[in-house]
């Protein structure tokens, strides 16, 4: 009977200690470690050309686009558009010099559409199409942020203007990069 009295309390006692818990540490700032930010350079030469589909495109490995986020949370792709984020897709208007017949250069306008596809493997594809469909030269070199957003916590922050690179930043804290 010592025995099973000795056993039941040493039980008894690793069951209250290991319910214990010890001094909590002081609370941190709300965090954003379900948000994943970069800032990535996309260069001239990364773009390659889609003759089926007559439009540029870039494959970008992005490994927080995990099988959460890809199903039930967000991807959000921005381009600097001169010192501005502004969300893709987008119609990005911009000017370039040409070599016209008499063998001047020429300013003119363009005009391009920039689309994204989000892989289920982790990444994103990028797609530049001019409005011409000419493939002439690559696309230039851009920034392009990517912003990969739990579904946990984006289930719940409806309150976010998303289309605003600079709200959803506010709005899940993301430091510059």
């Not at 954003?32 to 390659?48: F, R």
């Not at 363009?110 to 199409?129: N, P």
């Not at 469909?133 to 916590?153: L, N, S």
């Amino acid at each position: 009977m010592k025995k099973l009295s000795l056993i039941c309390m040493t039980i008894l006692a690793i069951s209250f200690l290991a319910s214990c818990r010890g001094p909590q540490g002081p609370a941190g700032h709300d965090g954003n470690a379900n948000v994943a930010s970069s800032t990535l350079t996309i260069k001239s030469s990364d773009w390659q050309w889609q003759a089926n589909n007559s439009q540029w495109m870039v494959e970008i490995d992005y490994p927080a686009i995990n099988n959460n986020v890809f199903n039930h949370g967000a991807v959000l792709v921005y381009m600097d558009v001169d010192g501005a984020w502004s969300q893709v897709p987008l119609t990005y208007y911009y000017q370039d010099w040409i070599t016209n017949e008499e063998n001047q250069q020429v300013l003119i306008n363009c005009e391009a559409s920039i689309e994204v596809a989000t892989l289920s493997d982790g990444g994103v594809r990028l797609f530049w199409t001019e409005s011409d469909f000419y493939d002439g030269m690559r696309p230039e070199t851009h920034d392009f942020k990517v912003v990969a957003i739990e579904a946990t916590v984006f289930a719940t922050r409806s309150d976010v203007d998303y289309s605003s690179y600079e709200a959803v930043k506010k709005a899940f804290q993301l430091a510059e990069d």
